[in-house]
């Protein structure tokens, strides 16, 4: 099927923003190996096998090692982004675990999902999501926990008592004064990703939403220097 010139436009710019991602990755920007092992930790003493979703999926990098690690009988991901579940798909061939991708919006997906999972896991995806639809969001994670479930969250937060605007005033800041081997337009993409995307919130806001939705104490595992990148976990 030939394709249209918007088709084609958007799909263009999925491969130029995904290119961007890939390199931040590789240059540690977001500490992604941290984040992994941090992950690892969390995950490597719950007993193997049962199901493990991870929403906001993108390429399932870091979930095909993980389950490496640690098995799971199945791995569902979400993404909303069609062409990437391609990428993820091909990554997660020896992963394990019987895999099912699935081409839906993460709040969609957690509202509707027919299975309990011992595991669910957000990276970098939940503050894309308003702050109403965060509530929505801990409300259903919990009820797709299985009894003693755990939901695991690596994400962008507010600093303490800091507005929306201030607090991604001081993020793209210290964006630009650490992430020097980007391009100028690599940057200004950035800034308007962010700009536009992202609606964090400070850590109390979360481990308060989670409470809210009947999830034990919150605790968060790791955390980088810039205080901007957090991974946290709720029990069940």
């Not at 099927?1 to 918007?6: C, E, G, L, Q």
């Not at 993020?171 to 993409?189: K, Q, V």
């Amino acid at each position: 099927m030939v394709k249209t010139k918007a088709e084609s436009a958007e799909i263009a710019a999925f491969f130029e923003q995904w290119a961007i991602y890939e390199k931040v990755v590789s240059l540690g920007y977001m500490a992604h190996e941290e984040v992994f092992q941090a992950l690892l930790d969390a995950v490597k003493d719950r007993p193997a096998g049962g199901r493990f979703l991870e929403l906001g999926c993108g390429d399932a990098g870091m979930a095909a090692q993980l389950l490496k690690h640690c098995p799971h009988d199945v791995y569902h991901g979400a993404d909303i982004t069609g062409p990437v579940l391609g990428i993820a798909e091909k990554n997660l061939e020896n992963c394990g675990a019987e895999v099912t991708l699935h081409h839906e919006h993460l709040l969609d997906f957690v509202r509707n999902a027919d299975h309990s999972y011992e595991v669910i896991y957000a990276g970098y995806a939940v503050h894309h999501l308003s702050h109403e639809e965060k509530r929505d969001f801990f409300q259903h994670a919990r009820k797709r926990l299985a009894d003693g479930g755990c939901l695991l969250m690596t994400d962008v937060v507010l600093r303490p008592g800091k507005q929306r605007e201030e607090s991604i005033a001081l993020y793209l800041d210290w964006i630009h004064r650490n992430w020097t081997e980007m391009t100028e337009r690599e940057m200004a993409l950035i800034d308007t990703h962010i700009s536009e995307c992202d609606y964090p919130e400070e850590i109390a806001t979360l481990l308060s939403m989670a409470a809210d939705a009947g999830f034990q104490a919150g605790e968060t595992r790791w955390s980088d220097a810039s205080g901007f990148h957090h991974l946290i976990s709720f029990q069940r």
